[in-house]
């Protein structure tokens, strides 16, 4: 089990900038899919970018606006968050899965099921 601690959440106003940072305690950079989900009250988890080796993967609605990274130097992944909206308000969570293989290829899984580690949430709140 991957232990993950999750940092950076805060307060913005529209238009602004967080970037959020997950510290894992292992080496996760060529083993393990790395992701990060976001949830409101009353809806499901979500997907919002994803991460393995150099392979990222964004929801439709942070496209161009959402970077996801790792360092494999500190076994830490982040989200530098651009051009926040107040529909990105949600806890924000860090997660930890085995990829999925297909023909010669790895990819990471979109289902929040596929996740085995979790991080505790970090909450980012964005004001209009």
């Known amino acids: 089990q991957v232990q993950l601690l999750e940092s950076g959440g805060g307060s913005v106003q529209a238009g602004g900038s967080l970037t959020l940072s997950c510290a894992a305690s292992v080496d996760t950079d060529t083993t393990y899919c790395m992701a990060w989900f976001r949830q409101t009250p009353g809806k499901e988890r979500e997907g919002v970018a994803t991460?393995?080796?150099?392979?990222?993967t964004y929801a439709d609605s942070v496209k161009g606006r959402f970077t996801i990274s790792q360092d494999s130097s500190s076994n830490t992944v982040y989200l530098q968050m651009n051009s926040l909206k107040p529909e990105d308000t949600a806890i924000y969570y860090c997660a930890a899965g085995r990829p999925l293989y297909g023909y010669f290829t790895r990819y990471c899984p979109s289902d929040k099921n596929d996740y085995q580690s979790w991080g505790q949430g970090t909450q980012v709140t964005v004001s209009s």
């Open positions: 991460i393995l080796t150099v392979k990222t």
